[in-house]
């Protein structure tokens, strides 16, 4: 049998399920998955491996018109998406009617690749719905592959995993045949960290947040983690530890939880938040962040 590999590309406007498709995909929580809108800020790569194939899905950030250097940022994973895509995989829910960015839009439209047309969360609606649904992305994109889904009940998922692979260039692996992605292990603890931070803040706390962890100590039972969250002022800062710190106490035992289950080892883990004025629109601040300047 000849060996299939190549990248699929994950996009479309934010909180479409993006992140749980992948997740499904893949098998393992690799993107963080929240019911607010720019979870996912990074491009995460998640490796899906069979003897005559390699799959590299990318999780991108939803796509939005930027407001500050961050969501350039952002924007930039995306942008880079259309660029070594071999299959790009365009995610809309049902009731969207366009994506947020008509340059985007046109590039998706006119793109040489395969594209499926992801239909998502069809649970939450009935058959005359879905099928005017079809219809509109028929005309809107008509080279498109359209396939209704459900990421979150893993109906149709099967199904569009087997069409990528049918889709995939015939080509050796991309990396090797037991890696799963193509982050480091604190990416996913400063993931962690900030998906509680975005489940149980309110307003601009969970986008003004970003997490480095300063030290990843691992043992054969124990990980010693420390990890530091930024927050853009002092004021944030109050809200994010609490009365008598009892709301950071809260971050840490769930993400200490989560951590557990994906490292399959106790964990130790220290939170300490700082105040890093506008970070968000500080290019070194950015780039140590992970994010292009």
Known sequence: MPHKAGFVNIIGNPNVGKSTLMNALVGEKLSIITSKAQ???????????????????SDTPGIIKPAYELQESMMGFVKSAFEDAD???????????????EDFFNKIIHSKLPVLLLLNKIDKSNQEQLEAQVQLWKEKVPHAEIIPVSALEGFQVREVFDRIIELLPESPPFYPKDQLTDKPERFFINETIREKILMHYKKEIPYAVEVDTEEFLED???????????VERDSQK?????????ALKRVGIEARKDLE?????????QLYVKVNKNWRSNPNQLKRFGYNS
Do not use: A, P
Not at 42 to 54: K, M, P, T, W, Y
Not at 87 to 101: A, C, F, N, S, W
Not at 220 to 230: E, G, L, T, W, Y
């Open 261 to 269: 289950q994906f490292f399959g080892k106790q964990i130790h883990i």
């Open 238 to 246: 109050g809200i994010l530890i609490g009365h008598k710190g009892k």
């Open 220 to 230: 054969d039972n124990i990980i010693r983690i420390r990890s530091v969250i930024m």
């Open 39 to 57: 979870t996912t800020r990074h491009r995460i790569l998640g490796i899906v491996n069979g003897e005559d194939f390699q799959v590299v899905f």
């Open 87 to 101: 299959v790009l995989v365009y995610m809309v829910e049902i009731g969207e009617q366009e994506l947020k960015d």
